[in-house]
């Protein structure tokens, strides 16, 4: 029997390498996964939630280039390497864009940055501030190759981190959606009966409320924030694991193998675990990748109407409300770059669920 099931999983294996489409998409969601767990490394500006403002330099174009002063501060910041990986770093120190400097009696004057041709506030700052008087290693040209947002902030590294919440709340989504409905499919679709029309009942009720609105209700109960939304949209998306469960543990309680295991005393746990349910496992997997994309796209409305994650968090649902109009005011890569990241990332779940349909096909 196991090696049976190790052939069809193999065979399914090998169907799957050979849809390109499949391949690139199962890649690039790897390629996803790890920017948005080792974002804060590969973000230009790491500071947590990339929240480094410069309203000087707001809604600059791609490859905007500036010199940046960071005024170093006499706050010691005690984090560990974990915390700044996964965290980002807590930044204490103060940068300012300028456009030049010059050193006069100990004393450091900068021109602040001014946009429209206009001359900025020229400053001063004593040396001593800086250790050893050394100025120089303070004074950077950073250059933002997605330009800035509306905040001055560095608009790739907030692509970068915003990743993680469309990322994350595929997974947790997915996995509260495939623990209930599991269990419920489960349940109604073995028993029958009267525990199956109680359930699908509940089932029929939930399927009735719109999603959104269901979303919005749930996160309006347990509060605006990260994990609330997570959760929010993992017990909206139950339902249709719970009804295919159900459709195909009717279809398979009648089977021999499963008459064979009730005439060895098998319990009815044992026998919905061990034999049932992983030979219906296909069409649940190929489920769960639409549900992938469904969840991305539920965050982004929620973030985009102002219930989603928070700010200063960054989100590409939060990040096209912020620069919507900015499409009619000649900047519209502000909205469609977010835009284009969940419509790459949505695309790629659907095309590795229809891969994975047509690999565990038995018919095919």
Same mark, same amino acid.
């Given at each position: 029997m196991s090696t049976t099931s190790s052939s069809l999983s193999q065979l399914a294996l090998q169907k799957f390498k050979k849809n390109l489409w499949g391949v690139l998409s199962f890649w690039f969601i790897v390629l996803v996964g790890l920017v948005s767990i080792f974002a804060y490394v590969l973000a230009p500006d790491d500071s947590q939630n990339a929240n480094q403002m410069h309203l000087t330099i707001h809604s600059k174009k791609p490859g905007f280039e500036v010199q940046i002063l960071t005024i170093p501060s006499q706050i010691k910041n005690e984090q560990s390497f974990l915390s700044k990986l996964f965290y980002g770093e807590k930044n204490t120190e103060t940068e300012i864009p300028i456009t030049g400097f010059k050193v006069e009696n100990d004393q450091l004057i900068y021109t602040e940055f001014a946009s429209d041709g206009l001359e900025g506030v020229t400053k001063q700052l004593a040396l001593n501030l800086f250790p050893n008087q050394d100025y120089k290693p303070y004074i950077n040209r950073k250059t933002f190759l997605f330009g800035t947002d509306k905040y001055g902030r560095d608009y790739l590294s907030r692509i970068l981190i915003g990743?993680?919440?469309?990322?994350?709340?595929?997974? !947790?989504?997915?996995? &509260?959606?495939?623990?209930?409905? /599991?269990?419920?499919?489960?349940?109604?679709?073995?028993f029958g009966g009267k525990v199956d029309a109680f359930i699908m009942w509940i089932i029929n009720v939930t399927w009735s409320i719109p999603?959104?609105?269901?979303?919005?209700a749930i996160t309006l109960a347990l509060g605006k924030g990260f994990w609330q939304v997570f959760i929010a949209v993992g017990l909206t998306m139950w339902v249709e694991v719970a009804r295919v469960v159900r459709g195909q543990m009717i279809s398979v309680k009648e089977m021999q193998f499963v008459t064979a295991a009730r005439a060895l005393g098998f319990d009815d746990f044992r026998i919905?675990?061990?034999? !049932?349910?992983?030979? &219906?496992?296909?069409?649940?997997? /190929?489920i769960s990748a639409a549900n992938f994309a469904g969840a991305i796209l539920i965050e982004s409305g929620l973030s985009f109407l102002g219930i989603g994650a928070q700010p200063p968090m960054a989100s590409w649902g939060a990040m096209i409300k912020d620069h919507y109009n900015y499409i009619i005011l000649g900047k519209p890569y502000l909205a469609l770059i977010p835009g284009l990241c969940i419509m790459l990332l949505v695309m790629a779940f659907m095309l590795i669920g229809n891969a994975l349909r047509d690999a565990l096909d038995v018919k095919s």
């Amino acid at each position: 029997m196991s090696t049976t099931s190790s052939s069809l999983s193999q065979l399914a294996l090998q169907k799957f390498k050979k849809n390109l489409w499949g391949v690139l998409s199962f890649w690039f969601i790897v390629l996803v996964g790890l920017v948005s767990i080792f974002a804060y490394v590969l973000a230009p500006d790491d500071s947590q939630n990339a929240n480094q403002m410069h309203l000087t330099i707001h809604s600059k174009k791609p490859g905007f280039e500036v010199q940046i002063l960071t005024i170093p501060s006499q706050i010691k910041n005690e984090q560990s390497f974990l915390s700044k990986l996964f965290y980002g770093e807590k930044n204490t120190e103060t940068e300012i864009p300028i456009t030049g400097f010059k050193v006069e009696n100990d004393q450091l004057i900068y021109t602040e940055f001014a946009s429209d041709g206009l001359e900025g506030v020229t400053k001063q700052l004593a040396l001593n501030l800086f250790p050893n008087q050394d100025y120089k290693p303070y004074i950077n040209r950073k250059t933002f190759l997605f330009g800035t947002d509306k905040y001055g902030r560095d608009y790739l590294s907030r692509i970068l981190i915003g990743s993680r919440i469309s990322f994350f709340i595929g997974f !947790i989504a997915v996995f &509260i959606s495939l623990i209930i409905g /599991v269990f419920m499919g489960s349940i109604a679709g073995y028993f029958g009966g009267k525990v199956d029309a109680f359930i699908m009942w509940i089932i029929n009720v939930t399927w009735s409320i719109p999603t959104l609105l269901l979303v919005i209700a749930i996160t309006l109960a347990l509060g605006k924030g990260f994990w609330q939304v997570f959760i929010a949209v993992g017990l909206t998306m139950w339902v249709e694991v719970a009804r295919v469960v159900r459709g195909q543990m009717i279809s398979v309680k009648e089977m021999q193998f499963v008459t064979a295991a009730r005439a060895l005393g098998f319990d009815d746990f044992r026998i919905i675990t061990k034999h !049932i349910l992983p030979n &219906i496992m296909a069409p649940v997997i /190929v489920i769960s990748a639409a549900n992938f994309a469904g969840a991305i796209l539920i965050e982004s409305g929620l973030s985009f109407l102002g219930i989603g994650a928070q700010p200063p968090m960054a989100s590409w649902g939060a990040m096209i409300k912020d620069h919507y109009n900015y499409i009619i005011l000649g900047k519209p890569y502000l909205a469609l770059i977010p835009g284009l990241c969940i419509m790459l990332l949505v695309m790629a779940f659907m095309l590795i669920g229809n891969a994975l349909r047509d690999a565990l096909d038995v018919k095919s």
